[in-house]
């Protein structure tokens, strides 16, 4: 059988003004606890970017380089054509360093997407 509740305490003005200055706290503490929330997702978002975000800006990025460096051997020539250079020869071997650079530039999705690269990096070094 259940016990009967126990009257309550009469208020007095004493207990209404602690009463009042309890709930003061406590809702000063909730809006603290909900603006510090709000701030660490906020700073979380920040930190993460969408893959795709990341593929489309590197993309953008990276065609002029690509065109930029497959530029470079037939300026070079126009610059030294005159010259006594072996211009045939120097356009053929910076061409050579412009395609190896191409490569490793190409190879660049696969060393982003892969979370051991570094290591990888480090072996081939």
Same mark, same amino acid.
């Given at each position: 059988?259940?016990?009967?509740?126990?009257?309550?305490?009469?208020?007095?003005?004493?207990?209404?003004?602690?009463?009042?200055?309890?709930?003061?706290?406590?809702?000063?503490?909730?809006?603290?606890?909900?603006?510090?929330?709000?701030?660490?997702?906020?700073?979380?978002?920040?930190?993460?970017?969408?893959?795709?975000?990341?593929?489309?800006?590197?993309?953008?990025?990276?065609?002029?380089?690509?065109?930029?460096?497959?530029?470079?051997?037939?300026?070079?020539?126009?610059?030294?054509? @005159?010259?006594?250079?072996?211009?045939?020869?120097?356009?053929?071997?910076?061409?050579?360093?412009?395609?190896?650079?191409?490569?490793?530039?190409? @190879?660049?999705?696969?060393?982003?997407?892969?979370?051991?690269?570094?290591?990888?990096?480090?072996?081939?070094?």
């Amino acid at each position: 059988m259940r016990r009967p509740k126990l009257p309550r305490r009469p208020e007095t003005v004493e207990s209404a003004e602690l009463g009042e200055d309890y709930l003061r706290r406590r809702k000063a503490l909730l809006e603290l606890k909900y603006k510090r929330e709000a701030m660490l997702l906020a700073c979380d978002r920040d930190k993460l970017i969408e893959r795709e975000l990341v593929e489309h800006q590197s993309a953008y990025l990276l065609i002029p380089l690509r065109q930029k460096i497959l530029g470079i051997p037939s300026k070079l020539g126009h610059h030294f054509g @005159n010259g006594e250079l072996p211009v045939p020869e120097v356009v053929d071997y910076v061409r050579t360093l412009v395609q190896a650079a191409l490569t490793e530039v190409s @190879n660049l999705p696969v060393t982003v997407s892969d979370p051991h690269w570094l290591e990888k990096t480090e072996d081939e070094g």
